[in-house]
């Protein structure tokens, strides 16, 4: 039997007599909070990156491939479609799905306002799995490569400005080389990503409709997106893309096109490392002084252990075998606050936001289990090294002190 383990069992034990017991209790809670806290700060800002990574991904692919002078302009030379290549494409470890695009910047006119936006083409390819989450009324089209359809699909934010619905005619414009075009199209659905800067600008239609208005056959596009598995291998395919496609195409990622987005949600990263430090050195004071007050509370008995012949690495050990009970016991209730509130919060979106200044309409939660193993982990290695200094105190204590002391 482990003698240092049993005495520590017995300095837990629900004695009213312990003046420390209100302490491990206030010890326990403040764990637990700080375990919570930390959880659910990892949960949310990982959320919110992951929420608005998914909205421009949604709008761009995550690896766009074009001709040199891919850029912010919206409107590039075009390339010629090549199924071998992107057959190729396909093979590459890491990729899902591969759509060909085309951008069209023009004018939307009403009876009261002008409007400008960009026409974005997509084809028979195009994957709609984002499009279909944010569609807030309507549905998407089809797109079929014999027959053009007229189709379109509006933002929330055009459609209020402009005063649009549903099944109406959408009077276009756009500037050619033989001058000023015009192009009906009939509202087929309006979507809401939340995301102002792409809301406002991205029109959907078939992609049919920009190879005529820029006077191109069937065979040609403004290029390709690559959708891949993981965002976290986004620059190992990036890269694997680049050297797959040839010498007379460029490929740009995500991050390279949006520098600005990527960075911005970087600072947040920030933020929860201020965290998780202030949490961090608050729930080690808290172990301390519940550990000094157990040393103090008990060294009466101490000095008698030492008398028995208990040396001091053994009452350390008592020590920080109850420091260790109180720690995790802390965690695992502070895992279940964080898992109980983030659940509650994914589900039902209790906590809303301001869309228009967060992009979310609700606070996302994105409860990783490798970042909570991460966080207990190192919750529970600092408190293990906080516990080395109050413990190191029992070495100091005496026989005649502790008689003294009692």
């Not at 994957?127 to 933002?155: A, C, L, Y």
């Not at 291998?233 to 990622?253: P, R």
Request: aromatic content about 10%; charged content about 20%.
């Amino acid at each position: 039997m482990n003698l240092e383990l049993f005495i520590a069992r017995r300095f837990l034990s629900k004695n009213k007599k312990n003046i420390s017991q209100p302490i491990i209790r206030v010890a326990i809670t403040g764990i637990a909070l700080g375990v919570a806290v930390m959880i659910l700060s990892v949960a949310v800002v990982t959320g919110f990156q992951q929420k608005i990574t998914e909205k421009v991904i949604g709008f761009g692919g995550h690896i766009r491939i074009g001709n040199f002078d891919l850029n912010h302009s919206f409107e590039s030379l075009p390339i010629e479609k090549n199924s071998q290549m992107v057959s190729d494409l396909e093979q590459i470890n890491g990729v899902a799905h591969v759509q060909v695009y085309a951008n069209k910047a023009g004018m939307i006119k009403t009876d009261e306002q002008i409007q400008g936006f960009i026409l974005k083409g997509v084809g028979s390819d195009f994957d709609w799995s984002f499009m279909k989450k944010n569609m807030v009324e309507g549905s998407i089209f089809s797109v079929n490569d014999n027959i053009k359809t007229n189709d379109v699909i509006v933002s929330r934010f055009l459609a209020d400005k402009l005063k649009l619905k549903l099944n109406d005619k959408l009077k276009t414009y756009f500037i050619g080389d033989d001058g000023l075009k015009g192009r009906p199209f009939v509202i087929k659905g309006i979507y809401e990503t939340g995301l102002e800067e792409f809301d406002k600008k991205f029109v959907f239609a078939d992609i049919a409709h920009i190879q005529k208005l820029n006077q191109w056959d069937a065979g040609k596009v403004d290029g390709y997106e690559v959708l891949i598995k993981d965002f976290n291998q986004l620059n190992t395919v990036g890269n694997e893309v680049y050297q797959t496609i040839g010498y007379n195409l460029n490929a740009k990622t995500i991050r390279e096109l949006h520098p600005e987005i990527f960075d911005w949600l970087g600072l947040t990263n920030m933020n929860v490392v201020v965290i998780i430090v202030i949490i961090a050195l608050i729930s080690s004071v808290t172990m301390i002084s519940t550990l000094l007050i157990l040393i103090l509370e008990k060294t009466n008995l101490i000095g008698t252990l030492k008398a028995m012949g208990a040396n001091n690495l053994s009452i350390r050990k008592i020590f920080i075998y109850n420091a260790l009970y109180i720690c995790l016991l802390g965690m695992l209730w502070g895992n279940f606050i964080a898992l109980t509130l983030g659940l509650l919060q994914d589900k039902y979106g209790i906590l809303k936001l301001d869309q228009a200044s967060y992009y979310v309409k609700t606070v996302p939660v994105n409860l990783n289990l490798i970042h909570m193993l991460l966080i207990n982990a190192g919750s529970l290695a600092v408190c293990t090294l906080a516990l080395m200094i109050p413990s190191y105190i029992v070495s100091k204590i005496t026989v005649v002190k502790a008689i003294r002391f009692s």
